[in-house]
């Protein structure tokens, strides 16, 4: 039977490039009809008075744990100098309670005048307290003296590096590896009730937004403690990557994990490079402003041990899904996938550098990209690439060469916002609007697609939208295929249910419709 109609929508379900008249006729959360124009049935009926509906946003590469705690620590994003950097650590510093390490995120040196990044000196405000500021793209840290006094600075880390300054004492920035084994592991985890709290509020920003579908990476003690409980309840569909990576791989216990609709495990995950902010994503050539260096190899190919990592991946049924930014790592990690079993859905993540070598390598790779990367990245493209910043994220040559592009965001290092994704996809504009390689545009029906259908596959979910499917959908404030700048997201509604915004003047009389 029957119980919603969802009627006078202008509905894009991926098979036409534009909306068209339609209604959606629902039952018990699934869509068992869409019809050409309004129907006449005496159950509920909302009228969305003309407004675009889409698929649910699908995010097919996020951190959702992260992302909830990043959302209670200091936020450096906003930082433009020395000045307003440390009037933010004082003003955090003397609101915790004594005991309370200072964890702050966000700072991009890359935005300021100096153009240069921080040092301890810059933390000294804080006075003796723990102080740990993670830079914009996570993969670089900045730490004080009480905690580089926690920190043994003589193990050897390959695959990372730890700041020195002209006379070999520590600046306290600390690069991939040195960050994630030196630093990760003395901060204090957040108390349990906090994570809890910080997942949730995590999906409900999600649901804001319009995400009603995500991959998530995340570690295999989060996803037992913090998503498997939930796991026939979460407002989201979560589709996991588990983050933990060494050899040889722990992946025997999801066999038995009570995985449903709603929450399943379908990838690991390992690091061939860092980012371009950095300047620790591996090139095939130096970068223009730091001619010394090309970047790093790190973890498993680092170690050479990428091949064994994959194998064993994909032995496990499972996806292997590689960060790769620069162009050296991208081509490493497109000629591994071609080792692949045919029923694997290897992705690779980011693909920020791409030149000739690796589009030629992409035919029919699923590639998992972050417009909204290319967005912010723009303004040190020329800076750090020189001629080469013309291949940062080439959508339209990816989509020539036959790759299957699929978006998300890679929050909480960028805005989880979906219309900020589409708009840099779309336009071809930096994060301020202005030009940049416009020429690498795609078009707003390929975006949407590439958001919504290929993102919810590399998920391992049914395409969205479909009669006999959930009925996920998003109702929009003007039409993003018209002009997404002046369009955002209204209603979400998962499983028929609206779960975030609101109807088009909230519309919910249960009448009887002519036709």
């Not at 029906?445 to 596959?457: I, N, R, V």
């Amino acid at each position: 039977m029957v119980d919603l109609v969802i009627q006078n929508a202008r509905l894009w379900d991926g098979t036409d490039p534009l909306p068209r008249a339609a209604s959606l006729i629902l039952r018990q959360g699934r869509v068992v009809e869409i019809a050409a124009a309004d129907v006449a049935l005496d159950v509920q009926t909302i009228d969305v008075r003309g407004s675009v509906v889409t698929p649910g946003l699908v995010d097919a590469h996020l951190h959702l744990m992260l992302g909830g705690e990043t959302m209670r620590h200091v936020d450096l994003s906003q930082v433009t100098d020395r000045e307003s950097f440390e009037a933010k650590i004082e003003q955090a510093a003397a609101s915790l309670p004594s005991d309370r390490w200072l964890v702050a995120s966000g700072w991009n040196e890359t935005l300021w005048s100096c153009n240069e990044p921080p040092d301890r000196s810059w933390l000294a405000v804080a006075g003796s307290r723990p102080v740990v500021c993670w830079r914009c793209d996570w993969h670089a840290v900045l730490v004080n003296d009480a905690v580089l006094e926690r920190v043994d600075l003589s193990q050897d880390i390959t695959g990372g590096h730890v700041g020195r300054d002209a006379s070999g004492n520590p600046t306290g920035l600390l690069a991939e590896a040195a960050a994630w084994e030196l630093v990760n592991p003395m901060v204090p985890p957040m108390p349990e009730a906090d994570r809890m709290q910080s997942r949730d509020r995590a999906m409900q920003h999600l649901l804001a937004h319009g995400i009603t579908m995500a991959r998530t990476m995340e570690y295999r003690a989060d996803i037992e403690q913090f998503l498997s409980p939930l796991a026939g309840e979460l407002p989201v569909r979560l589709s996991v990557v588990q983050l933990d990576r060494e050899l040889p791989l722990d992946t025997g216990w999801h066999a038995n994990m009570p995985w449903t609709d709603r929450l399943r495990l379908t990838g690991c995950k390992a690091f061939f490079d860092g980012t371009l902010g950095s300047r620790t994503a591996r090139l095939h050539t130096p970068y223009a402003d730091a001619p010394h260096t090309r970047g790093l190899w790190v973890e498993r190919a680092n170690e050479r041990l990428d091949g064994a990592w994959c194998q064993q991946v994909c032995e496990a049924g499972l996806a292997p899904v590689v960060h790769a930014i620069g162009d050296a790592a991208v081509l490493r990690a497109l000629e591994l996938f071609r080792t692949c079993p045919i029923d694997i859905r290897p992705t690779l993540e980011h693909a920020q550098l791409v030149g000739p070598s690796e589009l030629a390598a992409m035919g029919g790779m699923r590639l998992s990209v972050q417009p909204a990367h290319r967005a912010a990245d723009a303004h040190m493209a020329n800076a750090r690439l020189g001629e080469r910043a013309c291949r940062l994220l080439p959508l339209r040559d990816m989509q020539a060469a036959g790759a299957r592009l699929s978006f998300g965001t890679d929050w909480p290092i960028v805005s989880v916002d979906p219309v900020a994704t589409l708009r840099a996809a779309i336009t071809g504009e930096d994060d301020c609007g202005q030009p940049f390689y416009s020429d690498q545009a795609i078009s707003p029906s390929a975006a949407m697609y590439a958001h919504t259908y290929e993102a919810a596959e590399v998920c391992g979910f049914d395409p969205p939208l479909r009669v006999g499917a959930d009925a996920d959908f998003v109702v929009w404030s003007g039409d993003p295929f018209d002009n997404i700048h002046a369009a955002s997201v209204q209603a979400t509604v998962v499983a028929g249910t609206l779960l975030a915004g609101e109807w088009p003047q909230e519309d919910r009389s249960k009448r009887s419709i002519s036709a």
